[in-house]
């Protein structure tokens, strides 16, 4: 639904102020669900009941939804003061009991209680997701995290359902049709981690066991995926981080049971309610899946898990602390992989794919400190980014080096010790990891959180021939430099060589090595260049190196150089193309095609595109058709293929042959592989509309009808791309997905003969929307519709017409002017391609 006016965006200071005046104990939430599956029914009955004590005569509690009904404020009616986000209260007393009647809204955006009706078999599904304030979607709340209190849910639903919270069900009443489920009061927690979900949910059961405690565990999915759910290890990464965290923090697990539900049109990867946990759908494969994805679904469920204590257990007072949770659980998803589930290789992905990720937010013209200055919600919406999940994370691995693994842990646990279902600010963990260590951690935080940016590291020589470790943007620094030989035509460790580089300069002589890999072992938080005698040889022998994360920090190393201009395109291309078939990790293989693919769209000249495209496609069906049959390497370089070909329809014939069965050997073509190949038939006009009908009726589920609506939206011809475009804007029916799917569509094949049109107009409605819809959907479209056009002169003039624009609306569009600056400049930059 649309966000009601500015009342809606809470404020850093007026939030502070309230929970000085406020001291929240207790809430209740009765929720009314058993009229979910009627589709007609827009709404829900909502009640929330909340104990608080004040020193304030006044305050609000927050409510976002259809109508506030009734408010009870100890025992006596008060007149409803309600602005559609505010609900403004009176006549306060030390101790109150506030009683909220009210009916809130279905959503399908995501935000607030999502409603799904599932295509396959009819049921309808519900789910609860609130970070960073959707909780008033649901419910009235104090939407802040530092007002923290014991929730009690009671939830009815249609009979037959299963009913999920946050603690285990008390008691179920049983009614005709229907059952209301009372569930225990939790422990401390804040608004935005309540969860609940109802529906026909598949289960799976487990437990845990370590010595007296034991911990039920519980996997849910939509009842037509469960076929298709690999419960088993996603229970058995389950209990190994159980293991680790247990003895890791010293504190025992604190939530009772531990329920983790995939859930559909989700907007996150997953999110860290305690006691239930919730999973994007995408970590469920409907066929093929590579160990690549299996890793990053045990990497998501071991950052959740980590945010049990790191977050949940203890939670930032506001969200400019949002890195105390969010960088935490991100270094340990990697750390815990690595000590406890069989997916070792977990650095070698966060090297390669999460620290890209980082590198890319930090040299954007918004990039903020890792401790960012938040004012309000809007804001904290925004700063779910690079920099605080993978820079926080690639700088806890720094600090965890200077500090010391034990001295990192034991500051942890005492951090818990001494803040359990309390609120904290940085201060508070650096005051306990500088007692443990003894080192100097706030010079350390001074230098790495709280400022912004990226160091460049290169190896130099100087006009006497003595070499030297530069570093742009200068910082103190750990680090490894290996020294490789080549012998018989593999890459050979000669020494690593242990540094501190603080300065713009440091003495270091690469001692006649063929390659200096600075910054070995990744260790440290910088780009690192080659030098033009170690990039000659990567060029010649990088597939002749053994050492899986030492190529993945090479691939990022030219991935880098070449997004910043000084690698040219064709020449990492070529690169990719000589070396890409022999990368044998299948953690790095998927992000080295998918950053060539970037590459030809964005980085190569014009005139040299089609030619680079056409090379691409062909190395991509030829790379398949080698591929050892059934592997993870054959899937990903289907995937890549199917990509390359909605750009160039060259291998159409190739395409439909392998939808007709003509697959090579060993290859899953399952649905979502299927509509990806028929979808670069469709954008290419080599498929229609009766073909795109005719593969959803083979797959009428909810992916089948997300994947047909883009691919219907993708067909090459510009009335088919205008109606994606209207659609887009003002079909305020479609859920995130299905908006996801039409922007997708639009967009597709790079056609901006057939789309250009529209960049007017773009400029045009971006302050409507932002004023109109969710925040989750006004972003989907501000950022998704940017025109990639050749000029940098219509968003110039809409940021300097609409200096007042809020300001997260303003960072989105100064980002994309930013994607597209790079892209202009790195064109430029290229050789003549004639």
Partial sequence: MNSPNATANLTREETAE???????????????????????RTGFPTATTLEFDATASETWVDFIGESVDRVVLNGAEQAVEWDGARIRVTGLDAQNTLTVEAVAAYSRSGEGMHRFHDPVDGETYLYTQYEPADARRVMASFEQPDMKASYTFVVSAPAGWQVLSNQRAEHTTPGIGVQTVQFAPTLPISSYITSVAAGPYARVDDEWRRGDQVVELGLFCRASLLQYLESEEFLTVTKQGLDFF?????????????????????????????????FTEAHISRGAATDAQRAGRANTILHEMAHMWFGDLVTMRWWDDLWLKESFADYMGAHASVAATRFTDAWV????????WAYQQDQLPTTHPIVADIPDLEAAKLNFDGITYAKGASVLKQLVAYVGEEAFFEGARRYFSAHAYGNTTLDDLLVQLEDVSGRDVRT????WLETSGVSTLSLETD????????????????????????????????????????DDTTPFERADADLVLLNDEDLTYAKARLDERSLATVEETLSGMDDALARGLIWASLWNATRDGELPAQRYLAIVR???????????????????QFAVRHYVRDDARDAEQRAWLDLTWQALRAADAGSDAQLAWARAFADAAAFDGARADDVRGMLDGAAPEGLTLDPDLRWQLLTALTTTGAAGADEVEAELARDDTASGRTASRRALASRPAAEIRAAAWNAAWNDLTLSNDHLDATIGGFRAGGRRDLIAGFDEEYFERIADVWAERSIELAKRLVGGMFPASDSLEPVDAWLAAHEDAPGSLRRIVIEQRDHLARDLRVRAAQPDAR
């Fill in 18 to 40: 309230r929970a000085a005046g406020i001291t929240l104990n207790r809430v209740r939430v009765e929720l009314d669900l058993s009229g979910a599956p009627e589709h007609s």
């Fill in 246 to 278: 247990t003895d890791a923090f010293a504190f025992p697990y604190p939530w009772g049971k531990y329920d983790q539900i995939l859930v559909p049109e989700y907007n996150l990867g997953a999110m860290e309610n305690p006691g239930l946990v919730t």
């Fill in 349 to 356: 992905s966060f090297a390669n794919r999460r620290k890209a």
């Fill in 444 to 447: 350390w935080s001074a230098a």
């Fill in 463 to 502: 006009a006497e021939g003595r070499g030297f470790v530069a570093q742009t943007d200068p910082r103190p620094h750990r680090l490894r430099i290996g020294r490789y030989d080549v012998e018989d035509g593999r890459l050979t460790l000669r020494d690593r060589v242990e540094l501190d580089v603080a």
């Fill in 578 to 596: 000589r070396h890409a078939q022999a990368e044998g990790n299948i953690m790095l293989l998927p992000g080295v095609l998918m950053n060539a």
